[in-house]
């Protein structure tokens, strides 16, 4: 089955600086990622996702990159801000018409934005 | 719009026992998976129902089941109770709609099980 691999487990930045967070996939079939933050007490939300025939996409201050060949993606977030302290998760999934997705999440980074 | 509620937010049992889990998609969505999150294994995927099926299945014991009704709404049951089921299980909800692909899923703000 798919593996989804995140790094860095946590990342402290300054308040205006950038973030990166990377993951890899091993499925090559995966045809969807989506980015998700989850605050504490709060369900995931998802804020950005990418599908297999984009290499980039952007919202705002955030952006989230694909390289297929690679297998890995990554979210930038720039201009970071103290509420964009939180957990951020990729995840992958294989989309196909008519059949059921399942999500393969990474572990997950703890991402502080210091003031 | 509303988005996915699950009651209750947090429960407490014991060992052995059962809980059921309720989950409400956002309204006009007809697909509900559920998943598990703890510290130590993340988020995993248990299950998807569709159009009141179950369409896809994690890798999880048979003591965790579940069923979706015909207004959308899903349960997921867990019996015979173990320490290691104490987790944060969510719901998430997709507009899925037969063969239309659509990808987003939306997760609710979870059910707290404490298992003692």
């Known amino acids: 089955g798919e593996n989804v691999e995140q790094h860095p487990s946590t990342l402290s930045v300054q308040e205006g600086d950038s973030a990166v967070i990377k993951c890899t996939y091993s499925?090559?079939?995966?045809?969807?990622f989506p980015w998700y933050k989850q605050e504490l007490g709060k369900g995931p939300q998802l804020i950005i996702d990418?599908?297999?025939?984009?290499g980039e996409k952007k919202d705002q201050r955030i952006a989230v990159t694909l390289n297929k060949t690679a297998k890995h993606f990554s979210l930038h977030i720039t201009e970071t801000q103290p509420e964009d302290s939180a957990v951020y998760f990729c995840?992958?999934?294989?989309?196909?018409?008519?059949?059921?997705?399942?999500?393969?999440f990474g572990s997950g980074t703890q991402l502080t934005v210091l003031p | 719009k509303a988005g996915v509620t699950q009651t209750p937010r947090y429960l407490i049992k014991t060992r052995g026992q059962q809980v059921t889990l309720s989950c409400s998609p956002i309204?006009?969505?007809?697909?509900v998976s559920w998943y598990q999150q703890t510290p130590g294994q993340g988020l995993q995927f248990l299950f998807e129902?569709?159009?009141?099926?179950?369409?896809n299945k994690g890798n999880f014991p048979g003591r965790f089941s579940g069923r979706q009704f015909s207004n959308s709404r899903s349960e997921m049951n867990v019996s015979t109770l173990e320490l290691g089921d104490s987790a944060l299980y969510l719901c998430?909800?997709?507009?899925?709609?037969?063969?239309?692909?659509?990808?987003?899923?939306?997760f609710g703000p979870g059910t707290r099980l404490t298992v003692l």
């Open positions: 990418i599908r297999s025939n984009v």
């Open positions: 995840a992958a999934s294989i989309a196909l018409p008519g059949s059921a997705r399942q999500l393969t």
């Open positions: 309204s006009g969505h007809r697909s």
């Open positions: 499925d090559s079939a995966s045809n969807y």
């Open positions: 998430a909800s997709s507009l899925r709609t037969g063969a239309t692909i659509h990808y987003e899923q939306f």
């Open positions: 129902y569709f159009s009141e099926t179950q369409r």
